[in-house]
């Protein structure tokens, strides 16, 4: 793998080679967040790996969150947020660029915390990217919400009342409905902000493997407190504290072997 | 102290059920009371041509409310009109496009506007709206005085933003950031996410927004009287006067009560304004409960 990246220190770029499988899907460069006088991302530096799931931990408030938002954009929401340095998919610049960010968004689907289904119907939420993209044809939307939501083990308990309001749903399935509306639109990157955080572990679990399961298919960055989940998913490891990268690798190294006095110190606090 | 807390909790039960019971009899009793005193005009003429006749000559016990009406009606359609699109996109544009600051500006201002005693808001249409007014008829090749339903429907409009834009803000301001930044995510524009999200999740609180704007503006006074003309003829274009139901109230309570009926009358007058008044809140709640349900 070439880098062209010269700023990149030695060291991370040595950590990260023998876990990076694939091509990188995405590259963060020298990335800075402030707000006011808050710098909430410190000069950020890392390569996501395509069809591999990256794990994001760190403590409460580290900058988790708003390293996803910088991600698809969704800083741009927030005005008092001043976001420098670039962040690259195949090739294109997306921060700095001017281009379609809703077409950029499409392809990297996020999946919150909490889960926020549309205020419409079950088949509307999961049309509703494709709409959005201007299908229109009614039996290939249909065809793609059924495919979805199968997809998410959710076509059984749901497809007698597609058309009733999402929010008549519970938790555990608005989150996988919500899953399933973001791979409808076919994205490339996953970026899943502690998705099982609010599911039973039966929800969670049907999660997990789904995320197993597609990572075929995308490359999926998940942030998460549970560290056994982080074990149980994570191909390559990426530990954040007060907006830094204090170590990155693959799971091996990072909780066999944590370098870092904070990271040991998570790693004990989650056991 | 079981004991104690049990007696504590039915005496704090039972003072909610009396102060609550009183709200909902304080209509009914206004309703009765205003039944009493119109129910000697009632059996002498019929509620139909009450309602309908166009004739007012109380001195000749001609008592037709048809004018009034109108009159109500037609200022409070035209303030409804200017006031909807103007709160709804200042709406939009404060709680989702706005900076900070601006929002810190404008609250402070809304309240103010919100505060102002209605006269304040007569004087300022006597002043200003009542000769731009006229401007306008002139313009157009009819003649008015300026003092018409056009006046008032402007002023009734300016009185009612303040207060409807506060009730939409509230109502937008409830939309999760969440919900938003999923439908961005998706791939909605800015304008698309505003219009699915926070509009069209929103209906019920947009209707009822509109529906208590409406029911205030219907029963306006001060402001209005200052402005319509107060003529008693069923209004043919914005620019003739009119006699909206509240200001024959205000304007004639208290004198010429020696005409036979004249006293019923206004009472009845006010007795239509609560039922008016009323039916706009009930339809309103029905337009709620059906966008609701979808
Ligand atoms: N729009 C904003 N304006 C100001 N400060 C912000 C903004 N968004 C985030 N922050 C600050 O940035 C820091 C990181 O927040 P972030 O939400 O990214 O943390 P996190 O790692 O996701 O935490 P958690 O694990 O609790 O979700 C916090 O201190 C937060 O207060
Ligand atoms: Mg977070």
């Not at chain 1, 009342?161 to 996988?176: D, K, M, V, Y």
């Amino acid at each position: 793998m070439k880098s062209p990246d010269i700023e990149m220190p030695e060291s991370v770029v040595e950590i990260l080679t023998p876990s990076v499988a694939g091509k990188p899907a995405l590259k963060i460069s020298n990335l800075n967040v402030h707000a006011g006088d808050h710098h909430i991302l410190k000069n950020i530096n890392l390569e996501i790996p395509e069809n591999r799931i990256t794990v994001l931990l760190g403590p409460s408030g580290c900058g988790k969150t708003t390293l996803l938002k910088c991600m698809n954009r969704l800083t741009d929401l927030y005005r008092e947020l001043e976001v420098t340095g670039t962040i690259t998919i195949g090739g294109d610049d997306i921060l700095n660029s001017t281009t379609d960010i809703p077409a950029l968004r499409q392809r990297m689907g996020l999946l919150s915390q909490r889960p926020y289904p549309l205020p419409v119907s079950i088949f509307k939420n999961v049309a509703y990217g494709l709409k959005l993209k201007g299908v229109r044809d009614k039996r290939l939307l249909a065809f793609s919400v059924e495919k979805h939501l199968r997809e998410v083990g959710l076509w059984e308990e749901v497809k007698g009342r597609l058309n009733a309001p999402a929010t008549s749903l519970s938790i555990g399935q608005q989150q996988r409905l919500c899953l399933a509306r973001g791979l409808a639109v076919k994205p490339a990157i996953i970026l899943a902000d502690e998705p099982t955080s609010a599911l039973d572990p039966t929800s969670s679990k049907i999660i997990e493997n789904l995320f197993r399961e597609i990572r075929k298919h995308y490359t999926i960055v998940l942030v998460t407190h549970v560290l056994r989940q982080a074990i149980r998913l994570a191909d390559h490891v990426i530990f954040m504290h007060d907006g830094e990268i204090i170590e990155q690798g693959s799971p091996g190294e990072l909780f066999e072997n944590a370098r870092s006095d904070k990271l040991r110190a998570y790693l004990i606090d989650g056991n | 102290m079981q004991f104690k807390r049990q007696i504590a909790d039915r005496l704090n039960g039972s003072w909610m059920i009396i102060s609550l019971s009183t709200i909902l009899v304080l209509p009914l009793v206004i309703g009765v009371g205003l039944y009493i005193k119109a129910a000697p005009l009632l059996e002498d003429v019929s509620l139909f041509s009450l309602i309908f006749s166009s004739e007012w000559a109380p001195s000749a016990g001609e008592f037709g409310f048809r004018p009034f009406i109108a009159g109500s009606v037609h200022v409070t359609l035209l303030s409804f009109l200017f006031t909807a699109p103007v709160c709804l996109l200042a709406a939009i544009y404060l709680t989702q496009f706005s900076t900070r600051t601006l929002v810190k500006i404008m609250h402070p201002v809304i309240d103010v506007l919100a505060g102002l005693p209605s006269v304040i808001y007569g004087v300022w249409g006597i002043l200003i709206i009542v000769p731009l007014v006229a401007g306008i008829a002139a313009f157009f090749g009819t003649a008015s005085s300026g003092y018409s339903v056009l006046s008032g429907g402007i002023v009734l409009a300016v009185m009612c933003i303040p207060y409807t834009l506060n009730m939409l803000i509230e109502v937008f301001n409830t939309v999760p950031s969440g919900l938003k930044e999923a439908s961005l995510s998706l791939g909605a524009t800015r304008w698309e996410a505003v219009k699915h999200v926070v509009i069209r999740g929103n209906y019920p609180g947009i209707i009822s927004a509109f529906g208590l704007g409406i029911a205030k503006a219907f029963g306006e006074t001060i402001a209005v009287m200052m402005v319509v003309g107060n003529v008693v003829k069923v209004p043919g274009s914005p620019f003739d006067a009119a006699y909206p139901l509240p200001a024959l109230i205000a304007n004639n309570y208290g004198e010429m009560l020696s005409i036979p009926m004249y006293d019923s009358a206004l009472m009845f007058a006010a007795l239509l304004l609560l039922m008016i008044i009323l039916f706009i809140n009930l339809f309103f709640r029905y337009l709620i409960h059906k966008t609701k349900r979808q």
